[in-house]
Nanobody
């Protein structure tokens, strides 16, 4: 497993933007972002492989952009046009062997709160 450290959460008004970062302690094949709102299951948001293959959930497609800097073992999530329904704890995840929007990763960050007010 790798250690993951997230940063960049906060509060913003609807329509605003935030950028999340997640630094891994070593090289990793796939990095993803998940979120969990109170009373709801953890939801896959996006992932990106070492080669740059990406996938997004339908709920964020066109508004969020995932990217990574392999030299820094860091993944980013640029979130634009934020909506109140984007409010959740956002988790970074990493896996050495697979990419998925299902919460099947073997390494997880501690989570960072994102709050979007109307």
């Amino acid at each position: 497993q790798v250690q993951l450290v997230e940063s960049g959460g906060g509060s913003v008004q609807a329509g605003g933007s935030l950028r999340l970062s997640c630094a891994a302690s070593g090289p990793i094949y796939c990095m993803g972002w998940f979120r969990q709102a109170p009373g709801k299951d953890r939801e896959g948001v996006a992932y990106i492989s070492t080669q740059g293959t990406t996938r997004y959930s339908d709920s964020v497609k066109g508004r969020f952009t995932i990217s990574r800097d392999n030299a820094k073992n860091t993944v980013y999530l640029q979130m634009n046009s934020l909506k109140p329904e984007d409010t959740a704890i956002y988790y970074c995840a990493a896996d050495r062997a697979m990419c998925s929007l299902l919460p099947e990763y073997n390494s997880w960050g501690q989570g960072t709160q994102v709050t979007v007010s109307s």
